[in-house]
């Protein structure tokens, strides 16, 4: 039977239900925000905002991310609860106590989450706490016993919903998001392959490949967090999930592996490496067929050939004609290209393995060795500045005792650790956002809130008010001020039960929280400024600081590195410089470079790369000095390479001083290279030219090749960094900003 | 009489002062930066050399 309304035509309907991405996660978060406060008010319980808030918090890209972050958001949540109530109940009357025992609590999540894994979690953990702990002030333990619950269930319930919302409604999973990211990675290793291949060679500029190697570090980030993600949402990524992570594990070493051998390039570029090596174009024929069916197989599309077994063998004839270092050039590049068929030939079994294409299951992926104990100084900054926030705020709340009261350090203490979390969140961004979000809830809460009866008008309110807020900050760079203006508006519109209206409690809230905020960012600047390119600056001084220091105890009078305290400074000094070129890629992309006239990004990039290869020299001198040299070599090297020691020493240390000063022209330092490497070619001439002494052992000649290998490298590394920086304009980098 | 404020309404509605000197002084203070960055006016600041010397001994010590 007709009633009267036409039928709607196939293009109508799919224009009605074309809705944007943008606008079907506004739908999703304001659905399920709306459901789990609703819930919550249905069950009687107290702040329901809190629900509010989880689903705020986790509410990210796929399913996956979303899920990962509630089970963690959960997980933090109830962490930090028993923590909250174990301090009450061991100091419920010693405030200093107990604010020593909270800030050693506090400063330990606020290292972890300062690190790579879980930081989501012990963000939850360190800020559950603090929560506990002022909203039970005065503390009383059945309150802080009810709080704690009720935080725990009011987080559970929100992540439970904003999980079922997200995996019924227009669900997003990460599984093709991986797959795709995976293919593209491996499609710039295999392009990188063969433009180093071109460079050995000859044709070509390494300069060129610098894209796509920017590129193949965003890309492994970007696998590696989206693997977290897809395990969780996709079954087919669940199953083959070890598999994945050895893929991943093989990418990245296949990563430094094509960096190890790019930096070996220009000292075998003079030679003709196809007589040297003999089987060099069969090998390359063959490692281009097995990339070839890799990319294939992540394709999905079953390999045509397995890869056959080859073996790089060295001319011995044409190697005696070469100097001592060229010969080592050599050997360190057979032992790259040897890597790198070992890699291809694992990646093949790996890949072949995830795709079914094998019955062998390829090995596990290998925990990497945990690098020894040693404290991260940026983290432990950030440690310094939570707790300088959360005693200034303590002790304003005891001598001063500004609005919002138990509620001013806990606020304080929050944002402290948000901005260790996300640094640099610029000031204006977190007054803006948590700014816009409370003149918004002022808006709503004195003009529309109090003409609203009934639920169903709230939630009409609650949805077209979230609806907004996420449709408008929907870009994934605008997460931050989302989360910053949503949870300001939902702690300032004060949702509950018994629904009150009061301006002077709503202003009040505004004060305390952006007084607290105030705080936070003011003890962001203490020591030192956090504006990129001061924090660039010190993280760049501090690299030629630790890189001194090691390289000068690696001299054989190296009194630096004995005894427990050198011992422990080399451990640091080398963990930290192994990290310091993250950190400053990570920097140098957050510079505003419009204060920083004549000085370019891609300026900038490429000092950073040239730190990541003198890192990598470093790293292979401290490794070639842990494997045994004969004798005879250490003997008859010693002054020479003491010389050496001494020259790449004073030189770093004079840059730690300040690594923007021009100390002396680049062609003035390879001359005098040029000279030492001459002295040593000849003392080592001199060891082998003598009768009856000068024979070493396979395994000598081969830690020999590989320590000269490591001086040479690094002393051109250094060089080369040198040279780029005198390319900088360093002045303005100097001046005072604010 | 003290002529410091202690009571501010708009419109007969009362305002915490702290939220208006709040809200003034982060203006204020977002102009000043503002010129300041703008004018690069930090050129004429006088900072004296030890002073320099030991803020960046801290910084590295600490960083």
Known sequence: MNWGVAKISEVDEKRMIALSTRAKEAIKTALAITIAMGIAMQMGWDEPFWAGITVVTINISSVGVSLSRGMMRSLGTLVGAVAGLAIMGLFPQERWWLMICVSLYVG????????????????????????????????????????????????????????????????????????????????????LYRAYRALMRGKGRPEDTRPQRIEELRLLKQVEQLLNAAETDSDEVWEVRHQWRLFHQQSTELMETLGHWRMSLPEIEPLDVTRLLPDLDALHAELDLRFAQIERMLDGQAPTRNPQAITLTVDRDEMRALTYFQEAAVVVTKTQLENLERLSRALFDCVADIRAFTRQAAASAVK??????????????????????????????????????????????????????????????????????????????????????????????????????????????????????????????????????????????????????????????FPASPRPEKVFLRLYRRFYRHAGFLISGLASDGQRLKGITGRWRAVFYQNDLLELPGKLAACGQKIDYRVLPATTPEQVQDLVSSLYVLTFRIKDLVEAGAHPQAELVRERLRDDLQSWHQVIAARLERRADDPTQFIESSFEVRKRLAERLARLEASIEAIFDQPGKGELSAAEYKNLYRMLGSYRGLSEAAIDSAQRAEGVNWAPWHEARF | MNYVPSEFTIGGVYFPPLLIAGFLGVLAAGMTVMLLNRYRLSRFFYLPEGVRQVEATVQDNIS
């Open chain 1, 108 to 191: 330990f999540c606020t290292y972890m989450l300062t690190g790579k894994n879980q930081s989501y979690f012990w963000f939850l953990a360190g800020f559950t706490c603090l929560v506990i702990i002022s909203l039970s002030s005065p503390p009383e333990s059945q309150s802080a016993f009810q709080t704690a619950m009720l935080r725990t269930q009011e987080t559970a319930l929100g992540a439970v919903v904003y999980t079922l919302v997200a995996v019924f409604i227009w669900p997003r999973s990460s599984r093709d998001a991986f797959e795709d990211a995976s293919r593209r990675l491996f499609a710039v290793q295999s392009q």
């Open chain 1, 368 to 525: 990497p060795a945990r690098r020894s104990l040693a404290i991260d100084p940026d983290r432990f900054g950030a440690v310094v500045r939570v707790l300088v926030t959360l005693w200034l705020a303590f002790l304003l709340w005891v001598y001063v005792n500004p609005p919002g009261h138990s509620l001013f350090p806990m606020m304080a203490g929050i944002f402290a650790m948000i901005i260790a979390l996300v640094p640099p969140a610029s000031p204006s961004l977190l007054f803006l956002s948590w700014g816009g979000g409370a003149a918004f809830a002022g808006v709503l809460y004195i003009f529309v809130m109090p003409h609203l009866s009934g639920f169903a008008e709230l939630a009409m309110l609650i949805f077209g008010a979230f609806f907004a807020i996420q449709f408008l900050l929907g870009a994934p760079r605008q997460a931050l001020a989302r989360i910053f203006a949503m949870v300001s508006f939902l702690i300032l519109i004060s949702i509950d039960n018994q629904q009150t209206y009061s301006f002077s409690d709503y202003a009040n809230d505004v004060v305390w929280i952006m007084l607290s905020l105030a705080l936070a960012v003011a003890t962001a600047y």
